[in-house]
């Protein structure tokens, strides 16, 4: 098959108390493929995970900052997490092969509907752009589009193309907020703390401590090292939290069942499911119910590596399943051609030592 360019975004909604708003948010992403929605309470903000090809993505992502512009009021706000708009960061996230560059061009479509459409002002930011996250927050920037006054209820929309990254949250006990925010910026990248690493902490109702942070270069800090480092400095540590989903090669306990793998397969197979009892027979009514238990399971794939590596076996194997019964696109295989593809890079040398003959198929199939 033809390579299709694939794309994750993960926007983040500043919504986490009214579920029949974010619901309706997700909804209006419409044909975009729904990997997950993970709602904080306590920060007021939604994240939408959503992936597919570059029109369906954004029409998707148009649809739901539409809503979240429709139904979302910053003048009533209240949230502990910092944010400049109603659909307040939209990152444009590759799959596959797919480029940093494809990605800010579709950042920049989105960015040009929003305001065309919406009038909403938009912040370019990320891979290709000369400002961050952190100057439109501190106010350093103007919006590249509208402004320089910001929607009077709906802010701005930040969104820009970006590289994979964990957001990962943890509780801290025996420390106050002056301990944590010291820990905070001791911790960051900018502060040379560690590698790919921003951290925030947050006062969280019930007395809480949280240090909140993004591991934006998952291969030199993930989860895993974040934790160490903070149990080598005596750290009193409490939950742990994955927001959004996670790449299964950073993935620790937190992700399990979160694994954006396990839901980029399970978002194939729901769409081939569905295909399959459009068309109608016995055969293929027999096949759409083997999809949607192949969905549900693969939706929740624990952390483990037996699971991280059948789960790949899956993924790939209903590649070649699905394309004999001649029900596959371009997009679904590329989704689940990342998705294995992810999972395979997931499994360590010490399996592969013990799977070798596995592996080898595995290898394979993703030739």
């Not at 706000?77 to 960061?89: E, I, L, Q, S, Y």
């Amino acid at each position: 098959m033809d390579r299709a360019a694939l794309f994750e975004s993960v926007p983040n909604f500043s919504e986490g108390r009214r579920h029949e708003v974010i619901k309706a948010i997700a909804a209006a992403a419409g044909d975009a493929y729904l990997l997950d929605t993970d709602v904080d309470p306590d920060h007021n903000r939604a994240v939408v995970s959503l992936a597919g090809a570059r029109g369906r993505l954004l029409e998707g992502l148009t649809g739901a900052i539409g809503e979240a512009v429709e139904r979302i009021d910053l003048r009533d706000h209240r949230g502990v997490h910092p944010r400049v708009g109603a659909a307040d960061v939209v990152p444009i996230i590759p799959l596959g092969s797919t480029t940093l560059d494809e990605c800010r061009d579709l950042a920049r479509e989105v960015g040009r509907r929003v305001w065309s459409e919406l009038q909403v002002p938009v912040y370019y930011y990320g891979h290709g752009e000369d400002r961050t996250l952190a100057d439109i927050r501190a106010g350093r920037a103007v919006p590249d589009l509208g402004g320089p006054k910001l929607h009077p209820t709906a802010g701005a929309v930040c969104v820009g193309a970006r590289r994979m990254l964990v957001a990962f949250n943890v509780i801290l006990f025996d420390i106050d907020m002056v301990g944590a925010r010291a820990l905070a910026r001791s911790i960051r990248e900018s502060s040379a703390g560690l590698r790919g690493v921003q951290a925030l902490a947050f006062e969280l109702p019930g007395s809480r401590v949280q240090l909140s942070m993004n591991l934006f270069r998952i291969d030199e800090t993930s989860p895993s090292d974040a934790i160490a480092e903070l149990a080598r400095r005596g750290v009193a540590m409490g939950a742990e939290q994955v927001v959004g989903l996670c790449p299964a090669i950073a993935a620790n306990p937190a992700a399990d069942g979160r694994l954006l793998e396990g839901r980029l397969a399970s978002a194939a197979a729901s769409a081939v499911a569905t295909r399959c009892e459009e068309r109608g027979g016995e055969e293929l009514a027999a096949l759409a119910r083997r999809l949607r238990k192949e969905a549900d399971e693969l939706a929740r794939l624990p952390v483990d590596q037996d699971a991280i590596l059948a789960g790949a076996e899956r993924a790939a194997a209903l590649i070649q399943v699905l394309e004999a019964a001649h029900v596959l696109d371009v997009e679904l295989a590329g989704l689940l051609g990342a998705a294995a593809r992810g999972l395979r890079a997931a499994v360590s040398s010490a399996s592969e030592a013990v799977y070798r003959a596995r592996i080898e198929a595995l290898d394979a199939r993703l030739v």
